[in-house]
């Protein structure tokens, strides 16, 4: 099935700065999940994008979904040690089957 | 806020050995599903399981793996030969319903001797 891949890897943020993660994907996806994952945790469901173009916010991270849905990213602006962790996107392969990206991994430096 | 309660949190067992991972999903979701994810590593689909049967497995899920919900509130996941490769960090998740966010538990830790 396809495959969300997911850059970069890592991402090292200087305290208070913006990042992007991206999240591509060479077929049309019917929607995209995002998570994230602080060291030692569990994931945890940020949000769902479903149509076209949708861009949404939570505080300082915004989401977006391709126009064409086949990518996504997240943006973090006035990066906070709080945003440390791993933020996986994830795909619907079917149904019952939920396929996480091997995620980007984010460390900030104070 | 409702939570996925996963036990125990630490599992060391010795290869060969049966374990039963145990998890209490949230009450009104009907979907289960297990994940893990070996140190360091992607989190990876294992099964997913709804109106008592399985919907989906993966390729990992082969036939030392069983998933069950005996009782309406717990659901559970048995290896039942474990070998080394199974050490990794075993998450169970819910939803209340297909294609909504998943529910995560803080996860079993399996280490395989």
């Known amino acids: 099935g396809q495959q969300v891949m997911q850059i970069p890897q890592y991402q090292h943020v200087q305290e208070g700065e913006d990042f992007t993660t991206y999240c591509n994907s060479s077929t049309t996806l019917s929607n995209i999940q995002w998570y994230k994952q602080r060291p030692g945790g569990h994931p945890v469901f940020l949000i769902q994008l479903v149509k076209s173009g949708e861009v949404k916010k939570q505080k300082r991270l915004t989401f977006q979904f391709g126009e064409a849905k086949k990518n996504s990213s997240l943006h973090i602006t006035a990066t906070q040690t709080t945003d440390v962790g791993t933020y996986f996107c994830?795909?619907?392969?079917?149904?019952?089957?939920?396929?996480f990206g091997a995620g980007t991994t984010v460390t900030v430096r104070a | 806020e409702p939570e996925v309660t996963q036990t125990p949190s630490h599992q060391v067992t010795q290869m060969g050995q049966e374990v039963i991972l145990r998890c209490v999903p949230i009450s009104n979701h009907l979907y289960f599903y297990w994940y893990r994810q070996i140190l360091g590593q992607k989190v990876e689909f294992l099964v997913s399981f709804y109106n008592n049967e399985i919907s989906e497995k993966s390729e990992i899920f082969d036939d030392q793996f069983s998933v069950e919900r005996p009782d309406g509130s717990n659901f559970t996941l048995k290896i039942r030969s474990t070998k080394l490769e199974d050490s990794a960090m075993y998450f169970c998740a819910s939803s209340v319903g297909n294609n909504y966010g998943y529910t995560f538990g803080s996860g079993t830790r399996l280490t395989v001797v």
């Open positions: 994830a795909e619907f392969l079917n149904d019952y089957k939920l396929s």
